[in-house]
């Protein structure tokens, strides 16, 4: 007899379960249709060097690559995003500027599955994103998308962080700190929400960095709260190098505003990083703060070169992803 079995971080839903899915799944397709987003489907499979071109280290420890040929020539999506921006690069002749897409389907990572928290190695993810238009208009409507999604679904007490990618040099100048790379630095501290603040400096300290760097560069990462209090402090801190930044941050909050977005559902969080590499620009996710062992219910944030690898000019992007699994865990 074979012995039924799931491999761990995977999961059967029973219709007790999808039941509930497809109606979340048809009310997000609606808020999707409401701004003008239309539908995309890409296959599963992906060249492992297209989906490698800006994953970087981290993709290469986390996508399941497939047993075909040598195991280095196809493997499972890690998420819509670069798929994405293949199919544009192969499409955009014949597609409209700005392209407005949607797509909900299946993605796979072979990461350490956390169950209880919502954090699966196959599921679904509910991507939105516009092609070919500059900051910081369509990331405010993205935080639009996102509250109106949330709030319309039936959770209230909701936040939604938000950052710029383009801090980070300036805070590793502030803090003295010359090696390791940004992104290095990125990574581990987008782990700050899941390790806790000890856990993040104990593997700064294993990046070699000093324990005076490391305070230095939490006198920044700690600063968290209303978008116009957080921008003075900055500027307090950092001055005319970060001028260009915080005019584009003063603006988009000014658009969020302008969207109806409550002024209390924003935080600007100089902690938030998103660890992935092809993020360039502003930021965010969004939080139930009642219940943080869950994670982000949506993140994302602007990524103006991953489109250019595929292509010989640079095409600027924003995107986000509602992740419906931790919305139906959160609902339950």
Known sequence: MIKPRLFRGFRDYPPEEMLPREKLIEHIKHIFHRYGFVPLETPAIEYVDVLLGKYGSEGEKLIYRLAYKDGNTLAL??????????????????????FRRYQIEKVWRAEHAQMTRGRFREFYQCDVDIVGAFPPLPDAELISL???????IGFHRFIIKTS????????????????????????VVDKLDRLGKEDVVIELEKLGLSARQIDKLFDIL????????????????????????????????????????PKEKLVFDLSLMRGLDYYTGI??????PDFPDIGSLAGGGRYDNLVGLFMNRSVPATGTTIGVDRILTAMR
């Open 222 to 261: 700690d600063i968290s709260g209303e978008p116009d209090e957080v921008i003075d402090r900055l500027s307090s801190l950092l001055g005319e190098r970060i001028s260009g930044i915080d005019s584009e941050m003063k603006r988009f909050f000014d658009m969020v505003s302008s969207f109806g977005v």
């Open 164 to 187: 710029h990618r383009k801090f980070l040099p300036e805070f590793l100048r502030y803090a003295g700190i010359e090696r390791p790379s940004e992104l290095e630095v990125a990574r």
């Open 146 to 152: 996102i509250n109106d999604a949330l709030s319309d």
């Open 283 to 288: 930021v965010f996710e969004a939080y139930l």
């Open 77 to 98: 999506r890690y998420d819509l995003t670069v798929p994405l921006a293949r199919f544009y690069a192969m499409n955009y002749t014949h597609l409209p500027l700005p």
